[in-house]
């Protein structure tokens, strides 16, 4: 299926033609003729647009689709041949007055609440989740391909106070026939060094947590939140039978989801050394107003790419870049 893109003018869009030509493939010259003669830059691709969300859809496959909420730049669906892979709350709010309750939230600059330190007055998991990023238009054909810009200026105000350093999030996402790759490409454009954390907070959909494994853990060492301890993990699968809430340190391996013995979600990691595993079980579900039904951990698991174990501090001028694959298998 055609349809149009809107790649609308902003100081953004500007500074990343600019600065990153690879990025957003349009040279800065032609930014400045196209917005002389029109407010929009027209591109006849299988790609809608509305003032909320951006829906990308396979042209070889109607039935394979990513739908992305502009606030946050929250994927809220992905499906591959019709079928969901991503949980959503049925109670999740999206018109941009909190962070998305399932999908694929956004975490930058900081993964849960930092008690000292520049990040220590911002909300859990930062900003990114809360701001509505910028569309900047499609990069490739095949795979399909979008991405989406954050900068200081498309931050709350109140945010920005808090966290004020100057930086430029560049998202990727690439769909295709079976697989959903994410990218983030993270600059500091201010005249000072500032740290980050980074994750990507993925709701998976699965049929019965109580029959879901999680391999590629082995040996690694563990935080756990929930026992408030720390271990190494000696079990070849990891499996939920009650609140789980762990991050797993500095994994080597990439990463199976399996469901009934059947493998579901592959999952591949560049520069993202750390993997959390959540699921709220039972009783902090039910604390959730946001989470429903309250038996929807039933059907739903987070395996989350970050780097969050330790900080990672950036230069002016400096860039950093991570990526994820999901691989679906069923």
């Known amino acids: 299926m055609a349809a149009r893109a809107l790649l609308q003018r902003s100081s953004l869009a500007t500074r990343i033609a600019s600065h990153c030509p690879k990025y957003l493939r349009i040279r800065p010259n032609q930014l400045s003729s196209l917005y002389s003669s029109t407010r929009y830059f027209h591109i006849r691709m299988p790609i809608e647009q509305t003032d909320k969300e951006v829906i990308l859809t396979l042209p070889s496959d109607p039935s394979t689709s990513v739908k992305v909420l502009l606030h946050g730049a929250n994927i809220l669906s992905w499906t591959v041949a019709g079928n969901e892979k991503l949980w959503l709350s049925e109670g999740a709010i999206l ?42 238009g499609q990069v490739s054909a095949s795979p399909l391909t979008v991405q989406f810009g954050l900068g200081p200026e498309n931050v709350p105000e109140v945010l920005r106070k808090a966290w004020d350093f100057d930086f430029t999030l560049i998202y990727t996402i690439s769909l295709g ?126 395996v989350e790419a970050g780097s969050v174990s330790g900080w990672t501090t950036l230069s002016p001028g400096q860039t950093w870049e991570c990526s994820e694959k999901v691989k679906s298998l069923l």
């Open 95 to 136: 018109n941009g007055s909190k962070a998305v309750r399932g999908g694929v939230p956004l975490v930058f600059p900081v993964f849960g609440k930092s008690s000292s330190g520049p990040t220590s007055t911002l909300p859990q998991h930062g900003f990114a989740r809360l701001s509505t990023w910028e569309f900047l």
């Open 177 to 302: 026939a079976d697989t959903l790759e994410t990218a983030m490409r993270v600059e500091n454009t201010s005249s000072v060094d500032w740290d980050f954390q980074i994750l990507f907070h993925t709701y998976f959909h699965i049929p019965d947590i109580q029959q879901v494994e999680v391999k590629g853990l082995t040996g690694t060492n563990v935080k756990d939140k929930v026992s408030k301890s720390d271990y190494s993990e000696s079990n070849t699968a990891v499996t939920v039978a009650s609140e789980v809430d762990r991050v797993y340190e500095n994994v080597d391996d990439d990463v199976l989801i399996t469901s009934a013995g059947k493998a579901r979600f592959q999952i591949y990691r560049k520069n993202l050394a750390d993997v959390v595993v959540w699921n709220p079980w039972v009783n902090a579900s039910k604390n959730m107003g946001d989470f429903r039904p309250e038996d929807g951990y039933k059907s739903m698991i987070c």
